[in-house]
């Protein structure tokens, strides 16, 4: 087998699961990723290269996602860490941290918490980018995604403080530090919403960082905690399931934010939420 059969092969295992545009896309990306290679070439494999090939072939037939073959997932510019205790990073939360550092840099901010933190990317993204940041804090109710945080944190040489947490638990609200902004990309997909969903995230991505019992559930669950327990001023900053803005606009303006605006994302869907606690 040389490097274009091995690509072939990569492909042809992705028939019915991608289009033929993004089989190519993610073959490219393996051939490179793995073996270190250009994606065509005449050039034989050797045994190792081998096995890696048909491994990664065997894993997406079964609808594996390439990341986790991989280890790896780019976002903001960076590379992460992943595996299959943390969500892959998607597109859209890439405008988050945009509308999240246009705050912090406005308003010359120095603290952050980022709340369901899974691998780490918001945090560690957000510190690459603004160095003058003093003190950046993270939360995860998953022991497993706080220690890839940790790995992808000392990978970009980032200084944040990981603790475990659950936020729907108030009892843990009262150890959470004291900051200026709350950034969060709590669970927000419904139970219903799970039918169609592809493949590969429900059988792969954990489900503990996708699904919530409600739409408003982590939304209602940290407004109260910033309402109750952060300083005036502070800023929240949310990803939004598109299907429920209002729903969870009423929410945390009845749980006492003010200052409640609705940001749509790229393809003009309602994506992201700012808020501000009195």
């Known amino acids: 087998m040389n490097v274009d059969d091995a690509f072939n092969r990569l492909r042809s295992s992705m028939v019915g699961l991608y289009s033929d545009r993004e089989a190519t896309i993610i073959a490219g990306y393996l051939i490179e990723d793995l073996l270190h290679l250009p994606k065509h070439s005449m050039q034989a494999l050797n045994s190792l ?11 997406l037939a079964l609808g594996e996602p390439w990341q986790y073959i991989t280890g790896e997932a780019d976002f903001y510019g960076l590379k992460f860490y992943v595996d299959q205790s ?21 308003k010359q901010l120095s603290s952050i918490l980022d709340i369901g933190t ?8 957000i510190g690459k980018k603004l160095t003058f940041l003093n003190q950046i804090y993270a939360v995860d109710i998953s022991e497993a995604a706080l220690a890839l945080a940790e790995r992808n944190a000392h990978r970009h040489s980032v ?11 108030e009892n843990g609200w009262l ?24 493949k590969n995230v429900l059988d792969y991505e954990p489900h503990l960082a996708l699904f919530s ?25 949310f990803e939004i399931n598109e299907h429920y803005a209002h729903q969870i606009v009423e929410v945390i303006t009845k749980n006492g934010l003010q200052n409640v605006q609705v940001h749509k994302d790229m393809q003009g869907k309602d994506r992201m939420i700012t808020a501000i606690k009195p």
Do not use: K, W
């Open 86 to 106: 943390v969500l892959i990073p998607r597109p859209e939360t890439e405008e988050l941290v945009d509308l999240a550092m246009g705050y912090i840099r406005a």
């Open 175 to 198: 150890q959470l530090p004291q900051i200026e902004v709350v950034i969060s990309n709590p669970p927000y997909i419904t139970r219903s919403e799970q039918e169609s969903m592809h």
């Open 49 to 59: 290269q081998f096995d890696l090939i048909e491994d990664a072939g065997r894993r």
């Open 118 to 125: 899974g691998s780490g990317i918001i945090p560690v993204a």
């Open 213 to 237: 019992d409600t739409s408003e559930q982590f939304y209602d669950a940290i407004s109260r905690m910033v309402v109750e327990h952060q300083m005036p001023g502070c800023c929240v900053v």
């Open 159 to 169: 200084n944040v403080s990981f603790q475990v947490c659950d936020i729907l638990d």
